[in-house]
């Protein structure tokens, strides 16, 4: 359920700065948006791995 909501919390967000992009298309802007966008991704990828709790 984590995973899912996680999940749906970066679908928002992706598509919320994706319509911000879209509508002020400055390149500095999609610049940002884009490495904001993978720092993002790449915390779900490392935060919401199945490891077992301590």
Same mark, same amino acid.
């Given at each position: ?5 996680? #999940?749906?919390?970066?679908?928002? +967000? ?11 298309? /400055?390149?500095? #802007?999609?610049?940002?948006?884009? +490495? ?11 935060? /919401? ?6």
């Amino acid at each position: 359920m984590n995973r899912f909501l996680a #999940l749906f919390a970066f679908a928002v +967000f992706a598509g919320f700065v994706g319509i911000l992009a879209y509508e002020v298309p /400055s390149p500095d #802007l999609v610049i940002v948006i884009l +490495f904001t966008t993978a720092l993002v991704a790449y915390d779900f990828i490392t935060s /919401s791995k199945n490891d077992p709790k301590k």
